[in-house]
């Protein structure tokens, strides 16, 4: 079975950092593209951050730009975001994506990615 499986989110203080996971089973996240997602509460879904199946492209969002890491694991089953200096507005759902031999397009649309996670929830504390 085809399964992207988000951890690491929980609640943290504003200022504070956390790592997400994503652990791929039944594919290899070789050769796909990677991308992390969010949803706050009433907002629409928006792109964080990718790395295409290359790696020789990549896209973030304006408001992850240095605070927001996004990486991939060595055994090709793992992704990772690693969130710094977390705001309040960062309180949201977060979500993996994948898509085989996917790049990242400006905002990069959700339609582009094929493999969903379920998310795990980050909230911020003030």
């Known amino acids: 079975q085809v399964q992207l499986v988000e951890s690491g989110g929980g609640l943290v203080q504003f200022g504070g950092s956390l790592r997400l996971s994503c652990d791929a089973s039944g594919f290899s996240l070789d050769q796909h593209a990677i991308a992390w997602f969010r949803q706050a509460p009433g907002k629409q879904r928006e792109g964080v951050a990718c790395?295409?199946?290359?790696?020789?492209?990549?896209w973030s969002a304006a408001f992850a730009k240095g605070r927001f890491t996004i990486s991939r694991a060595n055994n090709g089953n793992t992704m990772y975001l690693q969130l710094n200096n977390l705001d309040t507005d960062d309180t949201a759902a977060y979500y993996c994506a994948a898509e085989y031999l996917g790049g990242c397009r400006r905002g990069i649309p959700e339609t582009d990615f094929d493999y969903w996670g379920q998310g795990t929830q980050v909230t911020v504390a003030s």
């Open positions: 790395i295409s199946s290359s790696g020789a492209s990549s």
